[in-house]
């Protein structure tokens, strides 16, 4: 069976959902200062409900909320600290949709391990240029003689450190 594990987007339902399980007790510790609720949830598009995990961490700190009315910008200054006993607690929310049977804790630790193995390939991309780039003139989109075969070579030699790295494995002839 494939197994599956995805963050959602917070759509209208699925901040429907965490309203529904906010209040509830049973929220389990899912590492890192998160914690986990289990539910199912059923949304357009899906044949039937799924299990997702709800994660949620207190903010804690100075935050700025910012808004604007008749042409004025609003700052509200809000200072968050559940342990301090402050009276307001604001939260970072993640929902996960998983077809796994894992425990909360481990659910959060697959998504964070995941999440920190894109992160090499978002730096990749973003911060060392490997993105691309468009542009319609010909003369600034061609390389000096050599610099294209060594950027694929190292890019070769990257790809090859970073695959093993990443536990991704060679699939058998044929199968893709």
Request: charged share 25%.
């Amino acid at each position: 069976m494939f197994r599956y594990l995805f963050k959602l987007k917070l759509s209208k339902n699925v901040k429907r959902h965490i309203g529904s399980l906010f209040r509830q007790s049973g929220w389990t510790d899912a590492g890192q200062g998160w914690e986990g609720k289990d539910g199912e949830l059923q949304l357009a598009g899906w044949q039937g409900k799924r299990r997702v995990v709800v994660l949620r961490r207190a903010l804690t700190g100075e935050m700025v909320l910012e808004g604007e009315a008749n042409g004025q910008q609003l700052l509200a200054f809000v200072e968050a600290d559940r342990k301090a006993g402050k009276g307001i607690t604001g939260y970072e929310y993640a929902v996960l949709v998983t077809n796994t049977d894992y425990e909360v804790l481990s659910l959060g630790q697959l998504y964070r391990d995941r999440a920190d193995a894109e992160n090499a390939f978002d730096e990749l991309k973003n911060q060392w240029g490997w993105g691309g780039f468009t542009t319609h003139d010909l003369h600034a989109a061609s390389w000096p003689p050599g610099v294209s075969r060594s950027l694929t070579t190292g890019g070769a030699c990257l790809c090859a450190w970073l695959i093993p790295m990443l536990g991704v494995r060679r699939l058998p002839a044929g199968r893709g």
